[in-house]
């Protein structure tokens, strides 16, 4: 599966878990960025009964410009717009569910949900921030001159492996030590 493949749909909703993380606001960002620089309508949103509350996630929201919305599930039905859920899997239980005919998943977590033609989950990566900045490489899309989208994948990455003690495969290690971050912004990240 290539990220190209899902340039036909205008209409984008890029869904992260409910109660969202840095791994998954880091993987819907990259998402985000993709999408939009091909023109696309794209939307990053996630859902769920709480509201993101966490202060360093809410700081990652600002400092990184990342534009997440909180969304009601009645709020939305996609009929020909395109879902894709990052470091969830559609139907799964910790992500709710909002009605969509073309569904994409990417996710790193134990395969729960097997229905879906459109899948991608590599449950051996430390983070799914490393899928998406794979694919990301695949499309020769470049984050080397986006220092926000580089400090998202790097903290989720970060965070997701319990800062890096968790690091097995050698993806992981390629990105995390590729990447181009911003140094005041993990620190002040990790010391929230």
């Known amino acids: 599966m290539k990220l190209s493949d899902f340039l036909s749909y205008e209409d984008i909703y890029i869904q992260c878990h409910d109660n969202p993380d840095a791994g998954t606001l880091a993987s819907g960002f990259a998402l985000y960025e993709y999408y939009t620089s091909y023109g696309k309508n794209v939307h990053l949103i996630y859902s769920g009964r709480f509201q993101i509350q966490k202060s360093n996630l809410k700081i990652m929201i600002e400092k990184l410009s990342i534009p997440i919305i909180y969304v009601s599930p009645t709020e939305l039905t996609l009929d020909e717009e395109l879902l894709i859920t990052v470091d969830c899997q559609y139907g799964a239980g910790n ?4 009605f969509a005919k073309n569904i994409v998943i990417i996710d790193h977590h134990q395969v729960e949900i097997e229905n879906i033609e459109h899948s991608l989950i590599m449950s051996n990566f430390g983070s799914c921030s490393t899928i998406i900045w794979q694919l990301l490489c695949d499309e020769d899309f470049s984050i080397d001159d986006k220092p926000e989208l580089s400090t998202a994948l790097y903290y ?10 968790e690091i097995y495969n050698p993806a992981d290690k390629d990105m995390r030590d590729s990447l181009k971050y911003t140094h005041s912004t993990i620190s002040l990240l990790r010391n929230s």
């Open 156 to 165: 989720g990455l970060f965070t997701d492996t319990q800062q890096f003690t």
């Open 95 to 98: 992500v709710t569910h909002i």
